[in-house]
């Protein structure tokens, strides 16, 4: 039996980014809390998944690394001002007295970041989960795990090395906040559809840095026919970017009248608002696919080139995961115009859709586990 964990009234937590990442740290960030209830939790975070970790609502304190700034100071040549910036972070991260780190980043930027808040103890990954030689900076190592484990297992793994485990958590992880959803309500109430739940929302987008992962503009076009055709409501969601929402227009425009172009999401927690009122979220691998399914949503995740299992959706929501299997992928920096993506069918989507809604709805209370689909190839 597992010693109880170690004593420690102010707690830090590193997981700096992506948003997908951030989000996929939130069920272990939630085991944390139960093992501490009564401490102080600081999250570190880069200021665009800072949003994600606000909405969680699971810290007491939301500490901003100002990657921004420090890289701005880095293109302008100013060393000088390089260093008043880190020096006057780094005064503030070590005034905060840290008594316990957790490094989920894994990487040498967040192995450093532990070592330089002050926190005698140091939880982090091993050499061969952890990269760039940040294992050196922890003095608490998680065992060695399993070469395909998902990231929500990985960073449970973690909470795994400070004591027993905590009860799983049953409900939702990520709720909107009642702002948020006023906001949805008011921008709907405009075109009539305040009312509007149990739709099909349908996201195209991924960050800039992954575009390898997006499933082609006229295979979501043709998805949404194929669910309008057969009685279901589709809406496709996209973020504030010019682009994204240029994507999604294109896509509304090929679907010629099948799909209904949502609100613009302007933050995370307007995400959130939008996507609790889906019966199904459909999405490649991504940030928003993983939020949704950490807010209960059943998801359909469409998987090209990333790692199936290192990226499958919380267990604790219904899931399927529609791939390929190429003898090429997964890989890690995919391709300009990805075959593995291409591979994947839009009937298969829509099929799959359906699937999942129907055992959504005999399930009742909305719960199930992954499923996947393995498709031997193009249009099967």
Not at 7 to 31: E, K, M, N, Q
Not at 236 to 262: C, N, T
Not at 264 to 284: G, N, P, W, Y
Not at 309 to 337: E, F, H, K, T, Y
Request: a positive charge.
């Amino acid at each position: 039996m597992k010693n109880s964990p170690p004593v420690a009234d102010r707690v830090l937590i590193i997981r700096l980014g992506a948003l997908g990442d951030v989000v996929r740290t939130l069920p272990a960030a939630a085991s944390l809390r139960s093992l501490y209830p009564g401490s102080h939790l600081t999250w570190l975070v880069e200021p665009a998944a800072a949003g994600v970790v606000e909405a969680a609502g699971l810290v007491d304190e939301v500490l901003i690394f100002p990657r921004g700034a420090l890289v701005e100071a880095l293109r302008e040549g100013d060393a000088l001002l390089f260093a008043r910036r880190l020096r006057r972070f780094l005064r503030t991260l070590r005034e905060r007295r840290f008594e316990l780190s957790i490094d989920f980043h894994g990487l040498l930027k967040s192995g450093l970041l532990a070592r330089l808040s002050g926190a005698p103890l140091r939880y982090g990954h091993s050499a061969g989960v952890a990269r760039e030689g940040a294992a050196i900076f922890a003095n608490r190592r998680a065992g060695p795990l399993a070469r395909h484990l998902s990231r929500f297992d990985c960073n449970e793994a973690l909470i795994g090395a400070l004591g027993p485990r905590p009860i799983a958590q049953v409900g939702p992880l990520l709720v909107p906040s009642v702002l948020a959803q006023a906001r949805l309500t008011a921008r709907l109430r405009a075109a009539g559809r305040e009312r509007s739940r149990g739709f099909v929302l349908l996201h195209p987008g991924s960050s800039a840095g992954a575009r390898h992962k997006r499933y082609a503009p006229g295979g979501w076009s043709e998805v949404a026919k194929s669910l309008s055709a057969s009685g279901f409501e589709v809406w496709i969601a996209a973020g504030p970017s010019r682009h994204e929402r240029s994507l999604a227009e294109d896509i509304v425009r090929r679907a010629e009248g099948a799909l209904v172009l949502a609100p613009e999401t302007r933050s995370f927690d307007d995400l959130l608002a939008l996507q609790v009122r889906a019966a199904v979220f459909v999405a490649a691998d991504s940030g928003p696919l993983h939020a949704a399914s950490l807010a209960r949503v059943p998801v359909v995740q469409l998987v090209g080139p990333t790692d199936p299992a290192q990226n499958a959706p919380w267990r604790g929501s219904p899931s399927r995961r529609l791939r390929v299997p190429l003898p090429c992928s997964p890989c890690r920096r995919g391709c300009a115009d990805p075959a593995c993506m291409r591979a994947i069918s839009p009937g298969s989507v829509a099929d799959l859709v359906r699937e999942l809604l129907r055992a959504s709805r005999d399930a009742g209370d909305g719960r199930g586990s992954v499923s996947d689909a393995l498709l031997v190839g193009p249009g099967s």
